[in-house]
Nanobody
Framework: QVQLVESGGGLVQPGGSLGLSCAAS????????MGWYRQAPGKQRELVATIGSGGNTMYADSVKGRFTISRVNAKMTVFLQMNNLKPEDTAVYYCKAVLTTYRLPNYPSDCWGQGAQVTVSS
């Protein structure tokens, strides 16, 4: 059983900071790209940031310069540091990992976390 468990999030005032973390566990052989997505009420899920196994990163234009994605491969964990938060950042944030398992070592698959609420409001 493979799972991603998120922690962090919460309520913060505009201009504040929050951090999210997401740890993978289970019979995982390898993890390629890890990333964060978000879904606001009434909107589609959108990409926030991704990070490859080698550390290369990509960000949505809306969060560039404010959010930082990082990972610790040995702990199969990805982080998202969010600074200068805006009300429009309010959403449920989901982590995703593209991974292979020992049972299916040649078939990469997507695994999602359960979601963490981030609310930016005064």
């Amino acid at each position: 059983q493979v799972q991603l468990v998120e922690s962090g999030g919460g309520l913060v005032q505009p201009g504040g900071s929050l951090g999210l973390s997401c740890a993978a566990s289970g019979s995982i052989r390898s993890i390629d790209t890890m990333g964060w997505y978000r879904q606001a009420p009434g909107k589609q899920r959108e990409l926030v940031a991704t990070i490859g196994s080698g550390g290369n990163t990509m960000y949505a234009d809306s969060v560039k310069g404010r959010f930082t994605i990082s990972r610790v491969n040995a702990k199969m964990t990805v982080f998202l540091q969010m600074n200068n938060l805006k009300p429009e950042d309010t959403a449920v944030y989901y982590c995703k990992a593209v991974l292979t398992t020992y049972r299916l070592p040649n078939y990469p698959s997507d695994c999602w976390g359960q979601g963490a609420q981030v609310t930016v409001s005064s």
